[in-house]
């Protein structure tokens, strides 16, 4: 009984991070394709930064690098380039290794336009993301004990695990209806997983238009697409359909 409801609540966590990372570092950060309530974002931002350890702007400089340079000796997390195990369970490091290449300098240039700038500036410092994830670890913890660590540190991996998932699977195995590196997967047990994974594995459809915050241009369903709308009927968010030409930093 404990098994379960502790594996329903890893799965919920995994989600949950994975939901956050699609909407506001992915569609809000990186690509602008949705604009999110100030306060609603910080929030949602050291969420994650305690749950994952996850430096926004360098989020958002790799996956536009990404964008800019797919599949090529530039691209920071390429199959092609670096592997497909590599891509899919060290995903984190190859950014980690980016970062460490291009420094500081990479970084604010693939940063243009981003949003509250001080804030998430601050944010990408490491002891910030260091502190968030201490802290986040803690609560754990002290809620759960020591089997809390356990269950922190497997919804860590989960989160990268799908990132990485992301990266590497969604770029060799699937689909291409547009003429670009990113797939997509047909069929019911991928059809489940894109549900999970919040559109992030329509890949394709992604590259295409990377400008658009919805990912699911074949009518597929995009259930992180879905709660975008939610917010905006909330009033808590605004979507756009950016045009490649108009992306900030220029990703395509």
């Known amino acids: 009984m404990y098994l379960l409801v502790g594996a329903g609540l890893l799965v919920l966590l995994v989600m949950t991070d994975v939901l956050v990372s699609s909407i506001v570092y992915h569609r809000y950060l990186s690509h602008r394709s949705v604009d999110l309530n100030r306060w609603l974002a910080r929030g949602l931002t050291l969420f994650l930064q305690g749950m994952a350890f996850a430096p926004p702007l360098t989020f958002v400089a790799s996956h536009r690098a990404h964008h800019m340079h797919t599949d090529s000796s530039e691209d920071p997390h390429s199959p092609l380039m670096h592997g497909f195990w590599r891509v899919l369970l060290l995903t984190p490091l190859l950014v980690t290794q980016w970062r460490r290449r291009k420094g ?16 998430y500036t601050a944010c990408d410092r490491s002891w910030v993301c260091l502190a968030m994830s201490c802290g986040c670890a803690a609560v754990f913890f002290v809620i759960f004990g020591w089997s809390g660590l356990v269950l922190y540190a497997l919804q860590l991996w989960g989160n990268y695990f799908v990132g990485g998932w992301v990266n590497a699977v969604a770029h060799t ?30 890949h394709n459809h992604h590259h295409h238009r990377p400008g658009s915050p ?19 009927v909330l009033g808590l968010a605004s979507l756009r359909d950016v045009p490649s030409s108009l992306e900030a930093g220029g990703t395509t």
Do not use: K
Not at 104 to 119: G, K
Not at 186 to 198: A, E, Q, S
Not at 215 to 229: A, H, I, K, Q, S
């Open 214 to 232: 919805n990912f699911g241009l074949g009518g597929e369903l995009d259930t992180g697409y879905v709660v975008c709308r939610a917010l905006a």
């Open 104 to 119: 500081r300098q990479a970084v604010t240039r693939l940063c243009r336009a981003i949003p509250d700038e001080r804030f």
């Open 173 to 202: 195995c699937g689909n291409r209806p547009h003429d670009n590196s990113g797939v997509n997967r047909r069929g019911p047990i991928p059809y489940v997983v894109n549900l999970w994974m919040w559109g992030e594995w329509l």
